[in-house]
């Protein structure tokens, strides 16, 4: 079960950091991604972190956003920089296993998500 946290509304140029705590599980195997939903548009992949520590982002994000682990208390984490009226949307964390390196953006590769946790960017 993943609980995802820390949404708001902030102005453009501000920072936010969500969270993602995570129950049951080995969640030191999991490979854990943020996704994305803008109003009338398709999900998309923000970011992921492997159980080795390897990130990845979406290339929209690179330079802003900082994904990170914390595998003693289960919560993945999701640092949002200058953020900018287009990342605006609902964020949802997500988890997987077994999931391989060019699969890691496909949001069906994922077996668990948490609720959205809304962000809302103003200019």
């Known amino acids: 079960q993943l609980q995802a946290s820390g949404g708001g509304l902030v102005q453009a140029g501000d920072s936010l950091r969500l969270s993602c705590a995570a129950s049951g599980g080995t969640f030191r195997t999991l490979t854990l991604g943020w996704f994305r939903q803008a109003p009338g548009k398709e999900r998309e992949f923000v970011a992921a972190i492997r159980w080795s520590g390897h990130t990845y982002y979406t290339d929209s994000v690179k330079g802003r956003f900082t994904i990170s682990r914390d595998n003693g208390q289960n919560t993945v984490h999701l640092q949002m920089n200058s953020l900018k009226p287009e990342d605006t949307a609902d964020y949802y964390c997500?988890?997987?296993?077994?999931?391989?390196?060019?699969?890691?953006?496909?949001?069906?590769?994922?077996?668990?998500w948490g609720q959205g946790t809304l962000v809302t960017v103003s200019s």
């Open positions: 997500a988890a997987g296993t077994g999931i391989i390196l060019s699969s890691i953006p496909e949001g069906t590769q994922y077996s668990f």
